[in-house]
């Protein structure tokens, strides 16, 4: 079973994606690579039969307008395995920021997947399709725990360093109650950029629901949420 992690970063690929193929440059796809977001791709997504014959049609219509071309997308998060099937090229490595001992690069990974991941090939036949396959992953290292006294800072510099690099889509993976002015002027450094952020945005167990999290509220940048319908994965039932 996927941990909270992986399932969060899988369904934020989404959304970001989505934003990559919007980005980039028209071009036509190659039929093979329409057909590969077929029926399987939404197998085990937990949609309806209906829903999932939509999302079909919907990701082989996105392929046929673009792949992504020119776009690079930075993920924030634990890092990005550049060996995973289907990364192979894909996958520049940034700086890390902040105390970044003891993180892996299972979630980033599995993000990166999703958003770029090339499919399979002959010496690869395991690998990802993503939703934007021909965008371009930057990989910065964050902290994982959002609790740390420098973390807003360390976030911060982290999105000014992708603004700076080219990213024009910047996901960061993580979120903090308190927010920091340095924060908000790194989100709109990108923003001057022409560069998206996207923060994962979820609720902690017995969170009260009107307190706010950062960076997902912040002027400018998209939260990218769920709704869990088991109890256990995110606390109560219909919670995100």
Do not use: C
Not at 74 to 90: E, I, Q, R, T, W
Not at 161 to 180: K, L, P, R, W
């Amino acid at each position: 079973m996927l941990s909270r992690r992986l399932l969060r970063a899988a369904l934020a690929a989404a959304p970001v994606s989505l934003l990559a193929l919007t980005a980039a440059p028209a071009s036509a796809t190659p039929a093979a690579l329409a057909a590969s977001a077929g029926p399987a791709a939404a197998a085990g997504s937990g949609f309806g039969s209906s829903a999932s014959r939509q999302l079909t049609r919907d990701l082989r219509a996105a392929l046929q307008i673009s792949k992504g071309q020119g776009v690079t997308v930075a993920v924030l998060d634990g890092g990005v395995d550049s060996s995973a099937p289907g990364l192979a090229g894909v996958v520049a490595t940034g700086p890390s920021f902040g105390n970044v001992t003891g993180d892996t690069p299972a979630e980033g990974t599995v993000f990166a997947s999703a958003v770029a991941g090339r499919g399979p090939s002959g010496s690869n036949p395991a690998g990802t399709v993503g939703l934007a396959p021909a965008a371009r992953i930057l990989s910065i290292k964050i902290p994982n725990r959002a609790g740390s006294g420098t973390w807003q800072r360390d976030i911060a510099a982290a999105i000014r360093y992708a603004a700076s690099h080219g990213a024009q889509v910047i996901y960061v993976s993580e979120e903090s109650f308190q927010d920091d002015a340095v924060l908000d002027r790194a989100v709109e450094y990108a923003a001057a950029r022409n560069a998206v952020v996207i923060s994962a945005e979820f609720t902690f167990r017995n969170a009260p629901p009107s307190v706010s999290t950062v960076p997902d509220s912040l002027p400018g940048v998209l939260g990218a949420a769920s709704v869990a319908h088991a109890v256990g994965w995110l606390g109560q039932p219909g919670q995100r």
